[in-house]
């Protein structure tokens, strides 16, 4: 499901706008009950950057000291206006956070999956920096039959291994990728699926699942943890 976007306002332009408000209610207020009557903080705005948001410096309490008994009504009318605008800005913000972390995320999806076609890609032509690319420094590899591996540089040191003994074995075809699935939330990610891998003479080399999860760093997606295993069950025991 994809959700509109609610459009990205800066919070200090959202301020900006309520120090307009509140300036206006303010002057309105001078308007009817004339200057003398509204000094309610002299020398300072109620939203002056020495109180952005101190609508409660500007209370009932100060109104009471400041004003006439007879005109308290229409300065409290400004004050209770300026913390409806309060409020509705906070909401404004909330919501376009939410809808910025639960917009469309196609274009995350679709780079997750090219992650794992860039990996089947590189695996198997021998492209070791390619490879390691595609993890972030503090990734952790849970490898089929295998110890994890914990590291990028220690990453790198396995696949060297891993791929030059796939190479030996002729096993240079990409994996081919089913049963795909991909998720996204925030600046996390996961991709999952199944991988055949035909070997030399078209026979049905390896064969399993594997499972990721990655992180957006930069921009880009990395795999944080990746974990795959055989459907092939391990030799009995003797």
Not at 59 to 87: F, H, I, P, W, Y
């Amino acid at each position: 499901m994809s959700y509109r976007r609610f459009p990205e306002v800066p919070a200090i332009e959202l301020l900006g706008l309520l120090d307009i408000v509140h300036r206006r209610e303010f002057v309105a207020a001078q308007d009817r009950l004339g200057a003398g009557d509204l000094n309610l903080c002299p020398g300072v705005w109620p939203l002056s950057p020495h109180n952005r948001l101190g609508v409660g410096k500007w209370s009932q309490k100060r109104v009471a000291q400041n004003v006439r008994d007879d005109n308290k009504g229409e300065v409290m009318q400004v004050v209770k206006t300026t913390v409806l605008v309060t409020m509705s800005l906070c909401a404004v913000i909330a919501y376009a956070q939410h809808a910025s972390r639960t917009g469309d995320t196609t274009a995350d999806e679709a780079a997750l999956r090219a992650a794992d076609d860039s990996f089947e890609r590189a695996y198997h032509s021998g492209d070791l920096d390619t490879v390691v690319a595609l993890y972030a420094e503090d990734a952790l590899l849970m490898p089929d039959g295998a110890p994890a591996v914990r590291g990028r540089e220690a990453i790198r040191e396995y696949y060297r291994s891993a791929i030059a003994a796939d190479r030996k074995a002729g096993m240079s075809n990409p994996g081919v990728l089913s049963d795909r699935a991909v998720g996204v939330s925030g600046e996390m990610g996961w991709s999952s699926g199944e991988s055949t891998v035909v070997g030399p003479g078209g026979a049905i080399a390896w064969r399993g699942k594997f499972l990721s999860i990655s992180r957006k760093v930069d921009g880009r997606w990395l795999y944080v943890r990746d974990t795959w295993n055989s459907d092939t069950p391990p030799p009995a025991a003797h």
